[in-house]
């Protein structure tokens, strides 16, 4: 087909149940780019949005003429159940505009796919299937998913193919970008596919759910499926899901697209997801409680022989709802006398504000979270330096965030007694070297360096801590891998591992997904 029409569009964010509301301004600090403005984004040098539809465009504009019809993106850092009407709108606009851009030869839909809003608990799913209804039946959809995606029936049903990311931490994102270019450019030449899709019972914890070899059943799953390499496979998303979400959707998803071999795929779906179902106990987490990380914080700081140490505030991520505020870490290492900590990044507009206002070398008591109420955010006063002061903008230069622009709003280096801890405005979770080295931070340098991020780091920090000298925290939080800490509602039970199960018997959907050629 030449010069093909080809729509753009995504609402694109990670809804935990137990944070609060995301609104309009969530998303408009990141990411909402509408018609001209997407696709400037998306041929940036350092684009504000994630790296799928910069991958996505960039293939399509080597491959020949095509006509991209950008209608909108809108991201935002992963928090609370969006509010409902900011979401019918975003969905109107959807809309309007497709039907305006009508008629159409294909349509690329990125999106994360763990979203629910304040009333609906498949908003992804109301997103496809109201881009179906309107393109019909014979135009090729495709969709990318984040793997922490809560992939539902509806969704499968949609879409022709549905793209998973493969890596997490999430470095392959522009890889997917550019195999929904390929898939895309297939189908519309009439390809003729089958989808084989399954959910397990299983609801790991984030924590869970790494891809790097020997890290668990799920990085074993991933690793299955790359070794298939038979011509008939045209995908396999391994979708980890996201437990936070908690609806009616979570588990872990298979979802195998072949070129019409329907037994093919049922057959594939099935011997990928009985050894993980075996191996399901290991979805359970294993945590260093907070004495010990204060210790092995303390030993480094004391003792230059010691390795240095990198601790994850896992239950504060912000890359999973989380505030990125809670005090629980930094109380404890101030308490022991920890000395040469470096701990990011405290989201404290206030605390932010006061210290641009205050200026360079002014001594004061931080009172941290005074403008947060939220569970987990307490409030606590400590003597504090200001060190050094950004605008909080910079462009990533390692892992998820390598080669995009961030903007954490005007932000602060404070010295707390042993602990040097960077403040910002924009909340974000720590998974950049950046975000300390704008201060002049010389990572390599510090004894103990604390993040508040679930995993994503282990891609951007692996030039200064090797595995063993990361330790995921046991601290109270929205995003605790401790998942019987939560009161869940919606989430389908018996569950693993948050019950005792022996039995299951995979329920696999067979689609078939035949399209006309253009």
Not at 437 to 444: K, L
Request: with cysteine; aromatic share 8%.
């Amino acid at each position: 087909m030449s010069n093909p029409r080809i729509a753009i569009l995504g609402f694109a964010i990670e809804s935990n149940r137990f944070a609060p509301v995301s609104t309009r301004a969530d998303f408009v600090s990141r990411a909402y780019l509408a018609g001209d403005a997407l696709l400037s984004d998306a041929r940036a040098p350092a684009p504000a949005m994630t790296p799928e539809i910069p991958a996505f465009v960039r293939r399509m504009d080597a491959g020949g003429q095509w006509q991209p019809v950008p209608i909108l993106f809108a991201n935002a850092e992963s928090g609370g159940p969006v509010d409902h009407a900011f979401f019918m709108e975003t969905l109107a606009i959807f809309e309007r505009e497709l039907r305006t851009a009508l008629p159409l030869d294909a349509v690329y839909i990125c999106e994360h796919g763990a979203a629910i809003t304040t009333e609906e608990d498949d908003p992804d799913g109301l997103v496809f299937g109201m881009v179906r209804s309107i393109v019909g039946s014979t135009v090729p959809i495709v969709a990318t998913v984040d793997l922490h995606a809560n992939v539902s029936d509806r969704m499968v049903d949609a879409v022709d193919t549905l793209i998973s990311y493969r890596r997490n931490p999430h470095t392959d994102m522009a890889e997917r970008g550019t195999d929904t270019a390929d898939v895309l450019i297939e189908l519309m030449q009439g390809a003729r596919f089958c989808v084989a899709h399954v959910r397990m019972p299983v609801c790991a914890p984030p924590t869970q759910l790494l891809t790097a070899p020997g890290t668990g059943p799920y990085a074993d799953m991933i690793e299955q499926a790359e070794a298939l390499t038979d011509p008939r496979i045209v995908n396999i998303s391994v979708v980890g899901g996201f437990a936070f979400g908690d609806t009616p959707k979570n588990g872990m998803t298979v979802i195998v697209t072949t070129r019409g071999d329907a037994d093919f795929a049922m057959q594939t779906a099935h011997d990928l997801v009985m050894p993980a179902w075996t191996g399901r106990a290991a979805f359970t987490p294993e945590l260093t409680s907070l004495d010990e990380a204060v210790a092995l914080a303390k030993a480094a700081g004391d003792d230059r022989e010691q390795p240095p140490v990198l601790l994850a505030d896992v239950a504060d991520n912000p890359g999973g709802g989380g505030r990125g505020n809670t005090p629980f870490l930094l109380q404890a290492l101030l308490r022991a006398g920890v000395r040469d900590a470096v701990l990011g990044v405290v989201t404290d507009p206030e605390l932010s504000a006061q210290a641009h206002a205050l200026g360079v070398g002014a001594e004061f008591t931080a009172h941290f979270n005074r403008g947060e109420s939220t569970a987990y955010s307490e409030a606590f006063s400590a003597p504090a330096t200001v060190l050094r002061l950004h605008a909080g903008q910079g462009v990533g230069r390692r892992g998820q965030l390598a080669g995009c622009s961030f903007n954490l709003g005007p932000s602060a280096l404070l010295q707390v007694g042993g602990v040097k801890v960077v403040v910002i405005t924009n909340r974000h979770q720590c998974h950049e070297p950046a975000f300390f080295e704008m201060f002049g931070i010389d990572i390599a340098q510090a004894r103990t360096v604390v993040v508040k991020s679930r995993g994503h780091f282990r891609a951007a920090f692996d030039e200064f801590f090797a595995p063993a000298q990361i330790f995921s925290i046991d601290a109270p939080g929205l995003t605790s891998p401790v998942l019987s800490r939560f009161n869940f509602q919606r989430l389908p039970r018996p569950v693993a591992p948050l019950d005792a199960m022996t039995d299951w018997t995979p329920h696999i959907r067979l689609l078939r997904k035949h399209r006309a050629p253009q």
